[in-house]
């Protein structure tokens, strides 16, 4: 579970009734649009719905069988979200926002070169620098992976950046394929992919070069280790060693 402090309140008003659960909210965005894969005991504050979470006030059983027939907090708790409103105060909004702002910059940098300067790597300051100076604003409702593309097409104007990419050939044995291939392709832009006759899945991901260490974790965690990779050049090359 996350503590109070991290949590916001997502609210569903229905049915003359008002339910309130405390999430991360983070994951309450994912949830809302159907991307969270995570076990929810571990970003919510209370295993509990609430009428009033800030006093504490629980809703009547009578009330959660009416609306979500079950009375089940960990039922009920996805759907208040889905269904109902996240609600974030104005300091939590700047803090989700801040923390987003120095999660977008630590990206950037792992990843960002400068091609004019034999792409040598961007310092973190001079991205912080270059941000403020594009007037460029992190949403702190929106994920920080999808905020990066903007984020860049403000920062050229103002300095000499692209990133820099890896495609790697994929191949997961069938005792994994089916289950870890759903997990790997969501990993970046997904060339080609291919089903082989003894089941394995084999594919070509392209992604920024800084996340490939995070990618090797990915695939092993998902495979017992037994995947096997490579870094290729050539996209129309599927085959692995």
């Known amino acids: 579970m996350i503590s109070l402090d991290e949590a916001v309140t997502a609210q569903l008003e229905t049915h003359g009734e008002r339910f309130e659960v405390l999430v991360d909210p983070d ?7 159907g991307e969270f894969d995570g076990e929810l005991e571990d970003v919510i ?10 006093r504490g006030d629980r809703p009547a059983e009578s009330a959660l069988e009416e609306v979500f027939e079950t009375t089940d907090p960990l039922e009920i ?20 926002q801040e923390q ?17 300067m034999d792409n040598a790597p961007h310092p973190p300051e001079r991205i912080e620098s270059a941000l403020e100076e594009a007037g460029f604003q992190v949403d702190p409702m929106e994920p920080v992976e999808g905020q990066v593309d903007d984020a860049l097409d403000e920062l050229r104007p103002v ?9 790697l050939a994929v191949s997961l044995p069938a005792e994994y394929a089916g289950s870890a291939q759903a997990k ?3 990993f970046g832009d997904l060339e080609r992919e291919e089903w082989q006759a003894d089941g394995s899945w084999v594919g070509v991901l392209t992604f920024p070069a800084g996340l490939q260490n995070d990618f090797y974790d990915l695939v092993n965690e998902h495979t017992s280790g037994e995947a096997e990779t490579r870094v290729v050049k050539d996209k129309d090359d599927l085959n692995t060693r």
């Open 45 to 54: 504050a209370a295993e509990d719905v609430f009428e009033n979470a800030s």
């Open 184 to 186: 790997v392709r969501q």
């Open 27 to 33: 994951a309450a965005l994912a949830i809302k649009r």
């Open 100 to 116: 987003k702002r120095k999660n977008l910059i630590t990206r950037i940098t792992r990843n960002a070169v400068n091609p004019q």
């Open 159 to 167: 300095i000499p950046i692209r990133f820099e990419e890896v495609t």
């Open 77 to 96: 708790i996805p759907e208040v979200i889905e269904r109902g409103e996240i609600q974030i105060t104005a300091e939590q909004r700047r803090e989700m």
